[in-house]
């Protein structure tokens, strides 16, 4: 069964509105999550580091105030697009490895659509 | 930053012939991982190489390591339809890096 869930698997809304994205670890702790995004054939590009109780590491060229990351709890990190505009659209994706250095566990992902 | 680079982008071949897809990086890895996406899917994880020159098998599937640590490969024997997906390579440094993954297409 899935080992990471992701909340929701698809959202479609205006352009300027916020959206949310879940990532849950099922029955492990995840003091490090991940969040990725991936266009349409293309590969999937780390965004960011979620650490849990501590301020995210972004990759170079993402923007911190538009992708806020919240990592309150062992098992949840969630990722706040904010005011989403159809540039945004894109697949995004989370990950967390059950210990270090161990393979990525992928939730379902989330399917964005700004119009 | 650390940058691996996968080739070929695409790949089209009729059921039953082989498939090879590479990733080189300029650097050494400690590790390696593959994973393969089916299309609308997540990634799944599918083996992870450490040592120099290690290979590993999985039924029809062959991984390799390269000495340096600076390539590897992946093979599929006698592709079938249910092989259809992108097939990444990823660094593995504490975060992945992926490779731009190889799409794998089967006729059957």
């Known amino acids: 069964g899935a080992v990471v869930s992701q909340h929701p698997s698809r959202v479609i809304c205006k352009s300027g509105t916020s959206v949310k994205i879940e990532c849950r670890s099922l029955d492990f702790q995840a003091t490090t999550m991940f969040w990725y995004r991936q266009f349409p054939k293309k590969s999937l590009m780390l965004m960011a580091t979620?650490?849990?109780?501590?301020?995210?590491?972004?990759e170079q060229g993402v923007e911190k105030d538009k992708f806020l990351i919240n990592h309150a709890s062992l098992t949840l990190s969630t990722l706040t697009v904010t005011s989403a505009h159809p540039e945004d659209s894109s697949f995004y994706i989370c990950s967390a490895p059950i210990g270090s250095n161990q393979p990525q566990h992928f939730g379902d992902g989330t399917r964005l659509s700004i119009l | 930053g650390q940058q691996v680079m996968q080739i070929p982008q695409y790949q089209h071949v009729q059921e039953g012939e082989d498939f090879t897809t590479y990733c080189n990086s300029s650097t050494t890895l400690s590790n390696i991982q593959w994973y393969k996406q089916r299309p609308g899917g997540h990634p799944v994880f599918l083996i992870q190489?450490?040592?120099?020159?290690e290979v590993k098998k999985q039924k029809r599937l062959t991984f390799q390591f390269g000495e340096a640590k600076k390539n590897s490969s992946l093979h599929i024997t006698a592709t079938q339809t249910t092989d259809v997906g992108t097939y990444s390579c990823?660094?593995?440094?504490?975060?992945?890096?992926f490779g731009q993954g190889t799409t794998l297409q089967v006729k059957p």
């Open positions: 990823a660094s593995n440094t504490g975060k992945l890096i």
């Open positions: 979620s650490n849990e109780g501590s301020k995210a590491t972004y």
């Open positions: 190489l450490v040592k120099s020159g």
